[in-house]
């Protein structure tokens, strides 16, 4: 059996509402049209009544996912595409990062954001905005690379009680497969050694690590290991591992979709240069999209994100530093 990256947020999505009555799910054309991806494909007529389509209001949506999480729901709500979540921004950020703070109750809210670019989807339908999100307490922001953190992560999404940001990326909707899901997972706030290497650490999350790990391969055809860890999340963010592994290899660069403007590669820098200066041997680097908004043309698209040629040339010139 193969299942893909969707099916897999499919089957958690499954398993959430089968195992707890207060799962619903709420977003524009989930219900029989099985949502804009089919992320919620036959789930309305499986669970009749708590797969419902929703206004065209991202802030609706929030606003009434909020009210159902005061009421002891746990909801699951679907984004179209990320971008669109900006005009469902004040909620998240205003209301469902600050409540518990506020007020002591919890807000197990889950909003899926189709994160990241595909060709030929241009400015509007490409964006990645977890770092926008991460910028605010309260929120966890999860971003899974892998079929199976797919699964694993959005049952724990599920189950927290803290508002979440769980940013699946598009491009891995068909290109990911495995041939089982998991049992278990990492624990949230987890980052993992998806290669290891002795050269050089490369940091990065969601669709950019299998541009890394390919890179890494075109490293390894120069001599060189590269070891390469996966984030899984950014907040919280396991500087822990990334630290760990700097002091294995002695170089870090940082790899990421978003554009570079206080982005998560330049946490990632910053924490390690603040904590563990002393363990570089050549000064850290990051390697993100131009700072342009997302082209269409697929050439374009192609030369406005990293891909495996670029990063590659990245870890090249740092390990020859």
Not at 13 to 25: M, S
Not at 39 to 56: H, M
Not at 164 to 189: M, N, Q, R, W
Not at 199 to 225: I, N, P
Request: charged share 20%; glycine share 8%.
């Amino acid at each position: 059996m193969s299942i893909t990256y969707l099916d897999a947020i499919r089957e958690a999505q499954d398993r959430a509402l089968k195992d707890d009555p207060r799962v619903f799910i709420y977003g524009q054309d989930v219900g029989a049209f099985g949502g804009a991806f089919k992320a919620t494909k036959n789930l309305a007529a499986k669970y009749p009544g708590r797969v419902i389509d929703a206004p065209i209001s991202e802030d609706a949506m929030v606003g009434a996912a909020i009210g159902a999480a005061i009421e002891g729901m746990r909801p699951i709500i679907e984004m179209q595409f990320a971008d669109f979540s900006t005009v469902g921004f004040n909620q998240m950020v205003n209301h469902a990062a600050t409540l518990y703070w506020r007020t002591g109750v919890p807000c197990p809210i889950t909003i899926r954001l189709p994160s990241g670019g595909t060709s030929g989807g241009g400015p509007f339908h490409s964006q990645s905005l977890e770092t926008i999100y991460a910028h605010f307490p309260g929120i966890v922001v999860m971003t899974p690379a892998t079929v199976e953190d797919a699964y694993g992560m959005l049952l724990s999404a599920v189950a927290i009680d803290d508002p979440v940001i769980f940013c699946e990326h598009k491009y891995l909707y068909y290109h990911l497969k495995a041939s089982s899901l998991p049992t278990e997972s990492l624990p949230i706030g987890k980052a993992r050694i998806a290669r290891q290497g002795r050269d050089l650490t490369v940091v990065t999350y969601s669709a950019m690590v299998h541009e890394c790990l390919a890179a890494a391969e075109v490293a390894r055809d120069e001599g060189y290991e590269v070891e390469i860890v996966d984030l899984r999340t950014i907040k919280p963010l396991d500087t822990d591992t990334v630290v760990a592994s700097v002091a294995r290899t002695g170089r870090l660069l940082c790899v990421g979709e978003a554009w570079p403007w206080g982005g998560v590669s330049a946490e990632v820098i910053a924490r390690v240069t603040a904590e563990a200066f002393d363990l570089l041997d050549a000064p850290p680097q990051r390697l993100n999209a131009k700072d342009t908004p997302v082209p269409y043309h697929p050439n374009l698209w192609a030369a406005h994100r990293p891909t495996a040629q670029s990063v590659a040339q990245s870890m090249l010139r740092l390990l020859r530093l």
